[in-house]
């Protein structure tokens, strides 16, 4: 089971990033998909999520209207897009994935998560 993410780099603020998450030894429709972040000395924060089976997708409030995330099934490939980016979105991005459900409650946790990717750092700054 791996997942690659990919798509950081430095932009300034009000411009957009694609991220992207390879996923393979999953049947992939059948797994959640989450993006976290993380900061030197905070906790890793949920970003958004799409979900197993389904695809029911959620966002954290302070990425909530400016982010979306969606699959794409023949590239086995998560995407996340990050539009109207701010400085205090400067991180660096994690994709993690489970086969259970997640539902709108407990997607923000990451131990729901049992494989995670490498990260990919996206800086935002003038």
């Known amino acids: 089971v791996q997942l690659q993410a990919s798509g950081g780099g430095l932009v300034q603020p009000g411009d957009s990033l694609t991220l992207s998450c390879v996923v393979s030894g999953f049947t992939f429709n059948d797994i959640a998909i989450a993006w976290f972040r993380q900061v030197p000395g905070k906790e890793r924060e949920g970003v958004s999520c799409i979900d197993s089976g389904d695809d029911s997708t959620y966002y954290a409030d302070f990425v909530k209207d400016r982010f979306a995330i969606w699959r794409d099934s023949a590239k086995k490939t998560v995407y996340l897009q990050l539009n109207s980016l701010k400085p205090e979105d400067t991180a660096v991005y994690y994709c993690?994935?489970?086969?259970?459900?997640?539902?709108?409650?407990?997607?923000?946790?990451?131990?729901?998560?049992?494989?995670w990717g490498q990260g990919t750092l996206v800086t935002v700054s003038s």
């Open positions: 993690a994935g489970d086969r259970a459900y997640k539902g709108s409650s407990v997607w923000y946790y990451p131990l729901e998560y049992d494989h």
